[in-house]
């Protein structure tokens, strides 16, 4: 079996491809924090221009996914998971630099993200080569009615006279 990961890039709100992504949605993001989005959130954030659904697949199934939206010079990285039994093998890293690669080739010149404070994936935020320029105090509100805070990073993809 080819337990390699391979990945697709979707431009469009493909119902396979939102399917794909909410499981593994619903499986990466702990429920007490309320961080994962519903099938009408995400299905919605595709109709807008410049919006990209990345999709990381080992065979047929579905291992992690990322949420991307490029528009002026500038994407967000709004969404990153990997399946919790896909963890540990560079997955995560490999979403993320697709859509780094995905972001400058959209003309992209910065990209930003936000996350929880505690998030263990900001240790891969970091290694990639984001930095943490702001912090919101209390932003997030969990299901469990507790606050986090929430951490801004960014990354110069390219510079102006690139």
């Known amino acids: 079996?080819?337990?390699?990961?391979?990945?697709?890039?979707?431009?469009?709100?493909?119902?396979?491809?939102?399917?794909a992504a909410m499981s593994v949605m619903t499986a990466a993001f702990p429920p007490e924090y309320g961080e994962a989005w519903s099938t009408a959130q995400?299905?919605?954030?595709?109709?807008?221009?410049?919006?990209?659904?990345?999709?990381?697949?080992?065979?047929?199934e579905p291992v992690g996914f990322a949420l991307l939206r490029s528009i002026v010079g500038e994407a967000e990285l709004l969404l990153l998971a990997?399946?919790?039994?896909?963890?540990?093998?560079?997955?995560?890293?490999?979403?993320?630099?697709?859509?780094?690669?995905?972001?400058?080739?959209?003309?992209?010149?910065?990209?930003?993200?936000?996350?929880r404070a505690g998030n263990p994936a900001i240790h891969l935020y970091g290694k990639a080569g984001f930095r943490q320029y702001n912090i919101r105090r209390d932003y997030y509100l969990g299901n469990n009615g507790s606050h986090y805070d929430a951490l801004s990073f960014k990354i110069i993809l390219r510079h102006e006279d690139s």
């Not at 080819?2 to 399917?19: H, K, W």
């Open 42 to 60: 995400l299905s919605s954030m595709m109709r807008l221009p410049g919006s990209m659904l990345v999709i990381g697949r080992i065979g047929a």
């Open 82 to 115: 990997v399946h919790p039994e896909h963890r540990g093998r560079s997955h995560g890293r490999r979403l993320l630099d697709r859509c780094m690669t995905e972001a400058e080739g959209s003309g992209a010149q910065t990209m930003f993200l936000e996350v």
């Open 1 to 19: 079996m080819d337990d390699s990961l391979q990945i697709r890039v979707s431009l469009e709100a493909i119902e396979p491809e939102i399917a």
